[in-house]
């Protein structure tokens, strides 16, 4: 692992859109894998205004995206295909054509499951997988467990994932219990993997992943065995290193 580590949560930003940014420069059709929630989002407001400003250019790019919550659609403002358009698909050159994610409206668990997968095949894999870290270690939806996950499947979300993501909601009981996810081992078939992560609260997590023994106890320990993977952490987030 290569890991970075910065002043603040902006520097985040701006340093995964160095990184990011260079693997769109590279390869003007690369497959990026992206994420939500908060983490990401100065990343893709740096993104945004590099776009903006002509520094990089969006048009071929394909992405798809880690996962979404059961019952959702873009109708919902909590749906992760409305976060993903909100917050950057409208504001660059991209065809809304090549953006992927999981269609939270299919209650055809094994027929989405297998779809999904198709579509990161057709595109030839990931190029470059955008990852947060939750505070019990998940990465996209795979919550700790007795093995890791290999292909996309639904999650039951544990009560720690689905109270962290409450302030997202009306209330606590507005959380989905479900989520359609990318497995561990589709993860780790990405090419180069990004991996960010900002404030003290994660701090315990994020040495278990570096340092700690790899396990399907902590999801984001399996990252130990990519061969290319930078870590891209604030002050807070390191402080544990």
């Given at each position: ?114 779809r999904y997968d ?28 007795d093995s890791f ?30 989520a359609y996810t ?60």
């Amino acid at each position: 692992m290569k890991i970075i580590t910065v002043d603040s949560y902006e520097e985040l930003g701006s340093r995964a859109a160095d990184v990011m940014g260079a693997q769109v420069i590279m390869k003007p059709n690369c497959v990026l894998g992206l994420a939500t929630g908060s983490t990401p989002l100065s990343l893709y407001q740096e993104l945004i205004r590099r776009n903006k400003a002509g520094i990089l250019d969006f048009s071929r790019v394909r992405t798809v995206n880690l996962d979404e919550y059961v019952g959702l659609g873009i109708e919902s403002d909590q749906s992760y295909v409305y976060f993903m358009r909100k917050n950057l698909f409208e504001h660059i050159n991209i065809d809304m054509n090549n953006t992927h994610l999981p269609n939270g409206l299919n209650s055809d668990v094994y027929a989405e499951c297998a779809r999904y997968d198709a579509v990161i095949e057709s595109l030839g894999g990931i190029d470059m997988q955008l990852l947060g870290i939750g505070h019990n270690g998940h990465i996209a939806f795979n919550e700790p467990a007795d093995s890791f996950t290999v292909n996309t499947n639904c999650v039951d979300l544990q009560q720690s994932t689905i109270e962290a993501n409450a302030r997202f909601f009306a209330k606590a009981d507005d959380v989905p219990k479900k989520a359609y996810t990318m497995g561990v081992g589709a993860i780790l078939k990405a090419r180069r993997i990004l991996i960010i992560a900002s404030g003290e609260g994660k701090a315990d997590i994020v040495r278990e992943m570096i340092k700690g023994p790899v396990t399907p106890k902590v999801p984001a320990s399996a990252l130990q065995m990519h061969r290319n993977v930078t870590v891209i952490l604030d002050k807070g987030a390191a402080s544990k290193l």
